[in-house]
């Protein structure tokens, strides 16, 4: 039997991608496709301000005919983030995921600066506890416009 890991620093990706706030929509799609990820943290001075995903630059930048060299991530990123810290409780943190239908959860230090992110995929570390419908929930929620 597995044990389920006991903080969030135990199942988040670490060294998350991010970008500062005037970089460009081409230059977080680069990120993306070199790093094999779907998003990227934004930042200002270092600390966490917002975050923007591969959809975000489809459907509030192509798709809203915005030039994706010259639109700042500040134009199209999502800034009203939830975020937890690497000590606190990975399961609690899962709940949180699936109660508020989110599919990432930035992982700040006590400077909001970005040290880790748990995705869904990370989700699947924690086996004791979650109800396997949480998942189910997170994946089915729509889409943030």
């Given at each position: 039997?597995?044990?389920?890991?006991?903080?969030?620093?135990?199942?988040?990706?670490?060294?998350?991608?991010?970008?500062?706030?005037?970089?460009?929509?081409?230059?977080?799609?680069?990120?993306?496709?070199?790093?094999?990820?779907?998003?990227?943290?934004?930042?200002?001075?270092?600390?966490?301000?917002?975050?923007?995903t591969?959809?975000?630059?489809?459907?509030?930048?192509?798709?809203?005919?915005?030039?994706?060299?010259?639109?700042?991530?500040?134009?199209?990123?999502?800034?009203?983030?939830?975020?937890?810290?690497?000590?606190?409780?990975?399961?609690?943190?899962?709940?949180?995921?699936?109660?508020?239908?989110?599919?990432?959860?930035p992982?700040?230090?006590?400077?909001?600066?970005?040290?880790?992110?748990?995705?869904?995929?990370?989700?699947?570390?924690v086996?004791?506890?979650?109800?396997?419908?949480?998942?189910?929930?997170?994946?089915?929620?729509?889409?943030?416009?």
């Open positions: 039997m597995r044990t389920m890991p006991r903080k969030v620093s135990d199942i988040m990706t670490t060294s998350p991608r991010s970008l500062p706030l005037e970089a460009t929509l081409y230059e977080a799609a680069q990120v993306m496709r070199d790093s094999g990820i779907g998003d990227v943290l934004v930042t200002f001075a270092g600390r966490l301000c917002g975050l923007v591969d959809r975000d630059i489809v459907v509030r930048g192509v798709a809203e005919s915005r030039d994706p060299a010259l639109t700042p991530l500040s134009d199209v990123c999502t800034a009203d983030l939830i975020t937890v810290r690497a000590d606190e409780d990975a399961l609690a943190a899962a709940q949180l995921m699936g109660r508020q239908a989110i599919r990432r959860l992982v700040v230090d006590d400077e909001r600066r970005p040290i880790g992110i748990v995705s869904i995929g990370d989700l699947a570390m086996d004791e506890g979650l109800d396997r419908n949480t998942l189910s929930d997170i994946s089915k929620a729509p889409p943030s416009l």
